[in-house]
């Protein structure tokens, strides 16, 4: 668990994710508000969230898996 926490909290794989989830998460919200924005309507702030920290997850998760099955 301790090798996973270091390489989640690595600043590569960190960079790395976040870059990802912004071009993810920006397009999952024109997506999933895009009428919302176009139109001036309220914006489901819980949707941004996630639509943004899911694809850091998964690209942070994927990036620590391959770094750790490279030292085994």
Same mark, same amino acid.
């Given at each position: 668990?301790?090798?996973?926490?270091?390489?989640?909290?690595?600043? %590569?794989?960190?960079?790395?994710?976040?870059?990802?989830?912004?071009?993810? /998460?920006?397009?999952?919200? %024109?997506?999933?508000? /895009?009428?919302?924005?176009?139109? /001036?309507?309220?914006?489901?702030? /819980?949707?941004?969230?996630?639509? $943004?920290?899911?694809? $850091?997850?998964?690209?942070? $998760?994927? %990036? %620590?898996?391959?770094?750790?099955?490279?030292?085994?």
């Amino acid at each position: 668990m301790r090798n996973w926490l270091s390489v989640l909290s690595s600043k %590569a794989v960190a960079m790395n994710a976040i870059k990802i989830a912004l071009v993810v /998460g920006t397009v999952l919200n %024109a997506i999933n508000q /895009g009428d919302a924005i176009v139109n /001036g309507l309220e914006i489901e702030w /819980g949707k941004l969230l996630l639509n $943004y920290f899911v694809p $850091y997850c998964v690209s942070s $998760y994927s %990036a %620590a898996k391959i770094q750790i099955q490279k030292k085994t």
